[in-house]
């Protein structure tokens, strides 16, 4: 079994203030770093802050966007970033940037666009069907498929057809607004994702409020199962530190009784080969910053905790054996 060390950005990006939301990400990214992490996901458009609506119309603010993303990416080192900005082509889409070595390795296009209720999506981007051929990126050895946010929730959405062309983790970065009881059907529905598509899920969502939106945080990660693994805080900025344990999954595929996988595996992207061996000899189990609480997590079912330590190397900070999590998030 792979264990993978996963960062969640759980941030409050300003809509608008494009050098501070970035000074907030570059922040994170070296706390990720220095904590010996694979990759870290922030959430949705995290570099414009979302939703950014009308700024979208001005060139300039489209041209500052993908600056920064440009100025992160160079920061980047072996820790893989999954960075969510506005990408601009022939017109203008809901993206999110795998970072590393310095460089932006590639892009998803955001397919499902929500345009009901609080979500006019439609009016600013364009689908990235026709445009972004999906690909996997492999990370510490795993293959891993990234998604935006409203992605996720259709159950043919782009995460089947990642898992079905061979990925073992999904990574979903969002902006997802808060409503009463949202929190437990989030829950549920991540958990149907991950057992459906037999692949860990970590899912990354921002706090803070705009105009009329509140957004909750309580970021996510699964197992291959649907087990929920770890969860973070509601209404804070955290930065949530998971072992991720990634077993082969090729044999529960083949035998899913819904049938046989028939699509050809997608292409690939290497970005790192082997996993970094997660913190060892440390004291303490949460790190802080005046902003940002750093939680770091392994997750593992009870009988397979002497073999997840012996494959990463060391004494990890936090061990949590599941079913057992943190408390219920509130309504």
């Known amino acids: ?3 993978l060390r996963v960062a969640l950005a759980q941030l409050n990006p300003l809509v608008g203030d494009i050098d501070g939301n970035l000074a907030k990400l570059t922040n994170a990214y070296d706390q990720a770093e220095a904590a010996g992490c694979d990759i870290i996901a922030f959430p949705e458009l995290s570099i414009t802050g979302y939703p950014p609506e009308d700024l979208v119309m001005k060139p300039q603010f489209v041209a500052d966007n993908e600056a920064a993303l440009g100025k992160l990416a160079a920061r980047t080192r072996r820790c893989a970033a999954v960075v969510g900005f506005v990408d601009e082509d022939r017109d203008l889409f809901n993206a999110a940037a795998v970072c590393a070595g310095g460089e932006i390795l590639g892009t998803y296009r955001k397919r499902l666009l929500p345009n009901y209720a609080v979500f006019d999506e439609a009016r600013y981007f364009t689908p990235g069907n026709d445009t972004d051929p999906l690909e996997l990126y492999v990370v510490g050895g795993v293959k891993v498929g990234v998604s935006i946010c409203e992605d996720i929730w259709s159950p043919d959405g782009p995460l089947a057809v990642q898992a079905d062309g061979g990925a073992e983790l999904a990574i979903n970065i969002n902006g997802s607004p808060y409503h009463r009881g949202k929190a437990a059907y989030r829950e549920t529905m991540l958990a149907t994702r991950a057992a459906d598509a037999h692949s860990a899920l970590v899912y990354v969502n921002q706090v803070g409020g705009q105009d009329e939106l509140v957004f ?28 991720v344990p990634v077993p082969a999954v090729y044999r529960h595929r083949l035998l899913d009784p819904r049938g046989r996988i028939s699509q050809v595996s997608l292409p690939q992207i290497v970005v790192s080969e082997a ?3 997660a913190l060892s000899g440390r004291s303490g189990g949460v790190l802080s910053t005046p902003t940002t609480t750093v939680q770091v997590v392994v997750a593992v079912d009870a009988d397979e905790a002497d073999d997840v330590l012996a494959a990463i190397g060391g004494r990890p900070l936090v061990v949590v054996v599941h079913p057992s999590v943190d408390a219920q998030p509130s309504d």
């Open 216 to 243: 909750d945080g309580c970021s996510l990660a699964f197992d291959a199962e649907g087990n929920l693994i770890a969860r973070g805080p509601q209404f804070i900025e955290s930065l949530l530190v998971v072992d």
């Open 275 to 277: 996993p970094v061996q």
């Open 1 to 3: 079994m792979t264990v």
